[in-house]
Antibody, heavy 119, light 108 residues
Framework: QVQLVQSGAEVKKPGASVKVSCKASGYTFTGYYMHWVRQAPGQGLEWMGRINLQSGGTNYAQKFQGSVTMTRDTSTRTAYLEMSGLRSDDTAVYYC????????????WGQGTLVTVSS | EIVLTQSPGTLSLSPGERATLSCRASQSVRTSFLAWYQQKPGQAPRLLIYGASSRATGFPDRFSGSGSGTDFTLTISRLEPEDFAVYYCQQFGSSQWTFGQGTKVEIK
């Protein structure tokens, strides 16, 4: 069965960087895109960007350009989200979500990774 | 960027009642680019409706989606206890995805 398993919770100081992983199983990894969505405490969903798992090509939401890097390792079937220059308002649950090329919805989601930014 | 506005923010209903959730876009959205998700506390969102009206695997037919252009609707015909959750609409346009702010369906 399809599974997206994310890395564990992180606590970071302002200005630091964090790298969250999303390990996929149960399907052909490179046939999909991986999107990243975050949710601040008590707030709604915010799309951050996506990576083409075949080519590695990325597309980031304008808000996150320059502070976010999405990569993937096809040998371990893992996608990564790296954020730099963390601020307190980056405190959120970060989700990875799968999308098939040619479809426009996210059919499987990871369980989420809580990133807390606090001094 | 296309902005999605969901209404109402909170819907207080009793089990067995009908729920009607609205999602309005700031520009026209292709129906194939409109999806709905259900999120329960402490859980990841779950795909509910795609292509504006196609139900995802695992959801019963009391859930239905409709609409076109700038106005989309999610209807739950008869609320069951497990349907009380937050619902988000999502769209794709100009290489960007955006979500509405969500509608919470709570028990009255």
């Amino acid at each position: 069965q399809v599974q997206l398993v994310q890395s564990g919770a992180e606590v970071k100081k302002p200005g630091a960087s964090v790298k969250v992983s999303c390990k996929a199983s149960g399907y052909t990894f490179t046939g999909y895109y991986m999107h990243w969505v975050r949710q601040a405490p008590g707030q709604g969903l915010e799309w951050m960007g996506r990576i083409n798992l075949q080519s590695g090509g990325t597309n980031y939401a304008q808000k996150f350009q320059g502070s976010v890097t999405m990569t993937r390792d096809t040998s371990t079937r893992t996608a990564y989200l790296e954020m730099s220059g963390l601020r307190s308002d980056d405190t959120a649950v970060y989700y990875c979500a799968r999308r098939f090329s040619g479809q426009y919805y996210f059919d499987y989601w990871g369980q989420g990774t809580l990133v807390t930014v606090s001094s | 960027e296309i902005v999605l506005t969901q209404s109402p923010g909170t819907l207080s209903l009793s089990p067995g009642e009908r729920a009607t959730l609205s999602c309005r876009a700031s520009q026209s959205v292709r129906t194939s680019f409109l999806a709905w998700y259900q999120q329960k506390p402490g859980q990841a969102p779950r795909l509910l409706i795609y292509g504006a009206s196609s139900r995802a695997t695992g959801f019963p037919d009391r859930f239905s989606g409709s609409g076109s252009g700038t106005d989309f609707t999610l209807t739950i015909s008869r609320l069951e206890p497990e349907d009380f959750a937050v619902y988000y609409c999502q769209q794709f346009g100009s290489s960007q995805w955006t979500f509405g702010q969500g509608t919470k369906v709570e028990i009255k």
